[in-house]
């Protein structure tokens, strides 16, 4: 009678068993930065937005006025009170425009005005063309003769320029290119600084009057042989 054989032992051998997971501390492994940690705050790109949308707003009123523009104005386009923070802005502005490839600029005058304008080195190939004010025959004549002979009374306004001359000078003041003031009993009519800043003139009245006839061409020679007439 064959021997009992050993019964199999149930468990496998050491050898051959798996090793238990031995337990290592675990290692924190930096966050992987993306495109998004490295840009700015909510609060920071809406700022930087409305930033931009501040400096259209000036360059699309500059553009469109085509005149020099005050300060108080300029913070009324971008309805606030603080002349800093638009002179802020405008000089940004300026800034940028000074380093485009560009034939534009804008420059701060005196009084706190700023204008966007052709560089001088352009003007002269333009010249031919912005030199042609918006006014028919009528008021501009009346412009010309107030331009020439400032200071000059209204009385004798109408006088040389007859009765329609009225509304030539109203028209004139609602433009902002001729100002009135008292004189004794008359009213005197003379051009303002918008006048010399709108037809690219200097405010230094000899030179005025040498551009006047450039600008004004039959309008100016129908009166400059007039004498000067007392206020």
């Known amino acids: ?84 923070k638009a002179e802020q802005l405008l000089e940004a502005l300026a800034a940028e425009y000074g380093g485009r490839n560009t034939s534009m600029e804008i420059l701060r005058l005196k009084d706190d005005r700023y204008v966007m304008q052709v560089k001088a080195e352009f003007t002269p190939l333009v010249k031919r063309l912005v030199n042609r004010p918006l006014l028919s025959s009528g008021p501009l004549k009346t412009l010309s003769y107030i331009a020439y002979r400032q200071p000059v009374t209204s009385k004798r306004v109408i006088e040389v320029r007859g009765q329609h001359a009225y509304g030539h000078v109203k028209l004139l003041k609602d433009m902002g290119l001729v100002a009135t003031e008292r004189a004794g009993r008359s009213l005197m009519l ?13 405010q230094e009245p000899t030179a005025m009057k040498r551009d006047l006839k450039r600008i004004f061409g039959e309008a100016f020679e129908a009166f400059k042989d007039e004498p000067q007439a007392q206020p």
């Open 1 to 84: 009678m064959e021997a009992e054989k050993p019964a199999q032992s149930m468990q496998e051998p050491v050898s051959k068993q798996q090793a238990p997971a031995q337990s290592h501390p675990q290692r924190s492994e930096p966050p992987i930065r993306g495109a998004a940690d490295n840009e700015p705050s909510l609060e920071a790109q809406e700022a930087e937005a409305k930033r931009k949308h501040n400096l259209t707003m000036l360059e699309a009123a500059l553009y469109v006025a085509g005149r020099p523009l005050d300060i108080n104005e300029l913070c009324s386009v971008l309805t606030t009170r603080s002349k800093r």
């Open 190 to 202: 003379r051009t303002t600084d918008y006048f010399a800043d709108y037809f690219g003139l200097t």
